[in-house]
Nanobody
Framework: QVQVVESGGGLVQVGGSLRLSCTAS????????MVWFRQAPGKEREGVSC????????YYADSVKGRATISRDNAKNTLHLQMNSLKPEDTAMYYC???????????????????WGQGTQVTVSS
């Protein structure tokens, strides 16, 4: 049984930083690319970042490019998202998803994934 668990969210002031983590079990973690999504109340889900199985290839939404860094520790089955210079518009529930293969597809931001975590809330206050 695949389980995905996010952590690291919280309340932070504008300009602050957070490091989100995602742990996946029940699968061979380094066989799969991993993806971060977020969803704010009343808005559509947004693909934030994707990392290939090795972490060598990474992709970002324009909204976070230059402020976010995705990384993974395959020995610990863990994915991270370092978010810096946080803005109020970064406020959302952040979710981690397991891709269907080892690489981020061209449609990684809109693809339907089978395994998701329950999310971790990030709130940026001004």
């Amino acid at each position: 049984q695949v389980q995905v668990v996010e952590s690291g969210g919280g309340l932070v002031q504008v300009g602050g930083s957070l490091r989100l983590s995602c742990t996946a079990s029940g699968l061979k973690f380094d066989d799969y690319a991993m993806v971060w999504f977020r969803q704010a109340p009343g808005k559509e889900r947004e693909g934030v970042s994707c990392a290939s199985w090795s972490g060598a290839s990474t992709y970002y939404a324009d909204s976070v490019k230059g402020r976010a860094t995705i990384s993974r520790d395959n020995a610990k089955n863990t994915l991270h998202l370092q978010m810096n210079s946080l803005k109020p518009e970064d406020t959302a529930m952040y979710y981690c998803a397991v891709a269907n293969g080892g690489f981020c597809s061209a449609s990684w931001r809109s693809y339907e994934y089978n395994y998701w975590g329950q999310g971790t809330q990030v709130t940026v206050s001004s």
